[in-house]
């Protein structure tokens, strides 16, 4: 198990107050005010800090990008009482679960965009701020199964009936226009939002300066393996969770849905492309030779285990 460094001495908010003024603030400025509390308090590799030495981990989950697959992973790096898992609209919703403990969580997991409450309620000290994103291509037609086929969502009534041509063209689904673009500058739900190449340039200084991590999805495997070297992790071993039934594929795209999409996403695109860039420099940093190679022979090996209980 995960030790950490001794509990930061910051006290824990009264929730329900933060919510409040939280509410009161439109989303660029609680974004504004996010962004200067994570560039203050992210440890990056120029921080000055280690990043074992961050009192909290925050895991930015962004939909449909493996996410949790890793949080499953995360959480058994650290105690269970340590750990809260919860989504902006719950949260929202109750804000004293934030805190209930009587202290900070040391992991806090779940779908947060940068001008949620969240960011509001952390300890102000050293944290561990990671998040994954993955090709739009890819996502959005992972986001049309996930919806089809997961009767709990909120949005599956409305989707069920629909083909992905039909799911393409709404206009207030935020996830499949620059969903990741969005979600890190504060514009998600918004109508308008800065043009492809602005949105791009604002979301790369985002992840350069308010996050510790950024992996993608196509390399989850290289990224998990970084991410157990920089924090010290001892158990990440696991099976994919959270998959959906392939109704669509990207391979089985046909070429108006291909274009579709690419022309809704520039932006993300252009994120995506970078943060692989990125990330392939840090795992020639972290990784030894044939130490993913490894890795999957065991993680195998693990999966046959699970599957003969």
């Not at 969770?241 to 046909?254: M, R, V």
């Not at 108006?256 to 996403?265: A, E, G, P, V, Y």
Request: with cysteine.
């Amino acid at each position: 198990m995960k030790q950490f460094p001794a509990p930061s001495c910051a006290p824990v908010p009264d929730a329900f107050n933060v919510y409040q003024r939280w509410q009161q603030r439109d989303d660029a400025e609680n974004f504004t005010r996010n962004l200067a509390f994570l560039q203050k308090n992210v440890i990056t590799s120029t921080s000055g800090y280690a990043f074992t030495q961050a009192a909290q981990w925050v895991f930015c989950h962004v939909p449909k990008t493996g996410g949790t697959t890793l949080e499953n992973i995360l959480a058994r790096n650290v105690p269970l009482k340590d750990i809260l898992r919860i989504n902006a609209p719950v949260l929202n919703h109750c804000p004293c679960s934030y805190g209930a403990t009587g202290r900070h969580p040391r992991l806090v997991m779940g779908h947060h965009p940068l001008h949620g409450l969240v960011y509001q309620l952390l300890a102000d000290a050293p944290l561990f701020h990671m998040t994954f994103i993955r090709h739009p291509l890819a996502r959005v037609v992972s986001w049309f199964n996930y919806l089809k086929t997961r009767p709990e969502h909120l949005l599956h009534a409305r989707i069920q009936s629909m083909d992905l041509d039909e799911f393409l063209q709404q206009p207030d689904l935020v996830e499949i226009r620059n969903g990741q673009c969005r979600r890190l500058t504060g514009h998600l739900h918004q109508q308008t939002t800065p043009e492809d190449a602005t949105l791009f340039q604002q979301a790369k200084q985002v992840l350069d300066t308010a996050f510790s991590f950024v992996g993608t999805t196509e390399r989850f495997d290289e990224s998990l393996l970084v991410v157990k070297k920089q924090l010290g992790l001892t158990d990440i071993f696991y099976q994919p969770l959270n998959t959906s039934k392939k109704i669509a594929t990207p391979e089985a795209l046909n070429q108006s849905q291909r274009q579709c999409i690419l022309n809704m996403n520039q932006a993300d695109i252009a994120l995506h492309e970078w943060a692989c860039q990125r990330l392939s420099a840090l795992i020639d940093k972290y990784l030894p030779p044939h130490s993913l190679e490894r890795f999957r022979k065991n993680n195998r090996r693990w999966q046959r285990l699970l599957d003969e209980m």
